[in-house]
């Protein structure tokens, strides 16, 4: 079993900065994530990383803004997201994978097997 606790949401203003933790516990994962659902639309992949390699895997959306980076030490994964747009308006899940090979971070929820309860971040414009 992996627990996730997210931190970080908030609200900021377009073009601004935010950082999202997941503090995990249990089990050490395969690979974590973050995927993002905003109101109306369905859960979205953002970005992921694997934990025992150097793999990462961003949405599109997000390549050259947001950073996913981890401390292993701490057991903590954190997206850096930056030039933020009102587009970027969701809440974020925090999520784990239990298995599988470092070399591969999945960008499809159904390959991920935990996830935290989220935390709200809104851009306004």
């Known amino acids: 079993q992996v627990q996730l606790v997210e931190s970080g949401g908030g609200l900021v203003q377009a073009g601004g900065s935010l950082r999202l933790s997941c503090a995990a516990s249990?089990?050490?994962?395969?690979?974590m994530g973050w995927f993002r659902r905003a109101p109306g639309k369905e859960r979205e992949f953002v970005a992921g990383?694997?934990?025992?390699?150097?793999?990462?895997n961003y949405a599109d959306s997000v390549k050259g803004r947001f950073t996913i980076s981890r401390d292993n030490a701490k057991n903590t994964v954190y997206l850096r997201m930056n030039s933020l747009k009102p587009e970027d308006t969701a809440d974020y899940y925090c999520?784990?994978?239990?298995?599988?090979?470092?070399?591969?971070?999945?960008?499809?929820?159904?390959?991920?097997?935990?996830w935290g309860q989220g935390t709200q971040v809104t851009v306004s414009s």
């Open positions: 249990g089990r050490s994962p395969y690979a």
């Open positions: 999520t784990a994978r239990s298995g599988g090979s470092i070399w591969y971070v999945p960008s499809a929820a159904a390959e991920y097997d935990y």
């Open positions: 990383m694997s934990w025992r390699g150097p793999s990462t």
